[in-house]
């Protein structure tokens, strides 16, 4: 079945400083990946759509200078969280549809990254 | 997005079915019904779709009721690997932005 991928699966930084979490589609395109974020015992909540070759859409609350996305080819999408601080802890997953999935509205998720800042 | 309900916590033993009810009073007519199933510190995992009536595929059951105001996740024969949160969505074919509600954490137990 189809695969996406995060690297890193987890990722310890200091607060202040930029992380970046890749999501590659190991054996599809996608035009379209999406990204999540998870705090614990909670559900996920829709930060953006990334968009291959365009700008990322952020959803209400979300701060696009924070949380910097580029869709630069049709296998992969980056989330930098930009001068992270402990609030930013959580675990993102993204996500990507596939057009040619066994059924309609099907999306593979990505197994996660856990982030934490000190 | 339709909202949808589920229970928050459903335990269950190993060997027993465990159903699971959404209940989505305002689903549109071009909207379907969608199940993942999200195990601690990984990405959900489709589980099964349907529009109406019912589907089954290796791993579950999905009953629609005509109204469509409802659906049921059924898990035949579950086991302590089934223990995770199950979300229910609905949402359009071609409307890929999901919209996860609180989900039902299902435990099983020997």
């Known amino acids: 079945g189809a695969v996406v991928s995060q690297h890193p699966s987890w990722v310890i930084c200091k607060s202040g400083t930029s992380v970046k979490i890749e999501c590659r589609s190991l054996?599809?395109?996608?035009?379209?990946m999406f990204w999540y974020r998870q705090f614990p015992k909670q559900s996920l909540m829709l930060m953006a759509t990334?968009?291959?070759?365009?700008?990322?859409?952020?959803e209400q609350g979300v701060e696009k200078d924070k949380f910097l996305i580029n869709h630069a080819s049709l296998t992969l999408s980056t989330l930098t969280v930009t001068s992270a601080h402990p609030e930013d802890s959580s675990f993102y997953i993204c996500s990507a549809p596939m057009a040619s999935g066994r059924v309609p509205y099907e999306q593979y998720f990505g197994p996660g990254t856990r982030l934490t800042v000190t | 997005l339709a909202k949808t309900t589920q229970p928050i916590s459903m335990d269950s033993y190993e060997g027993q079915e465990v159903n699971i009810t959404c209940s989505h009073n305002?689903?549109?007519?071009?909207?379907?019904i969608t199940w993942y199933q999200q195990f601690p510190s990984q990405g959900p995992r489709f589980i099964i779709q349907?529009?109406?009536t019912k589907v089954t595929n290796e791993v579950a059951s999905l009953f629609i009721p005509a109204d469509r105001k409802s659906s049921t996740l059924s898990l035949p024969r579950v086991s302590l690997s089934d223990t995770a949160v199950y979300y229910c969505?609905?949402?359009?074919?071609?409307?890929?932005?999901?919209?996860f509600g609180a989900g039902t954490t299902v435990t099983v137990r020997a």
């Open positions: 305002n689903i549109a007519t071009n909207d379907y």
């Open positions: 969505l609905v949402g359009a074919f071609n409307d890929y932005k999901l919209s």
């Open positions: 054996d599809f395109q996608a035009t379209t």
């Open positions: 990334s968009n291959e070759g365009s700008k990322a859409t952020y």
């Open positions: 349907g529009y109406k």
